[in-house]
């Protein structure tokens, strides 16, 4: 589950994460608007480090979703 974030970091991460995942070209499209808004007022480096986290973060959802999947099939 996805928590609210509590720094620009942490919600870049989100960013980036939803506008991979988002149902809609224009919902992607405004996640990327936002993590635009959000990597003009950080560093190279933190931005990397977001773009980092927000892998993990699906990776994250996605093995979450696995164990959904797989435990609604039995």
Same mark, same amino acid.
């Given at each position: 589950?996805?928590? +609210? ?6 919600? %870049?991460?989100? !960013? ?8 809609? +070209? ?7 608007? %936002? ?10 480096? *933190?931005? +990397?480090? !977001? *773009? ?6 699906? +990776? ?13 099939? *039995?």
């Amino acid at each position: 589950m996805i928590k +609210e974030p509590t720094s620009i970091d942490e919600a %870049l991460a989100q !960013a980036l994460a939803l506008a991979i995942t988002a149902p809609t +070209e224009e919902k992607s499209n405004a996640a990327i608007e %936002l993590a635009d808004t959000f990597a003009a007022h950080m560093t190279h480096e *933190r931005v +990397e480090a !977001a *773009r980092v986290e927000s892998l993990l973060l699906l +990776e994250s959802l996605t093995s979450e979703f696995g164990k959904y999947y797989n435990s609604t099939r *039995r």
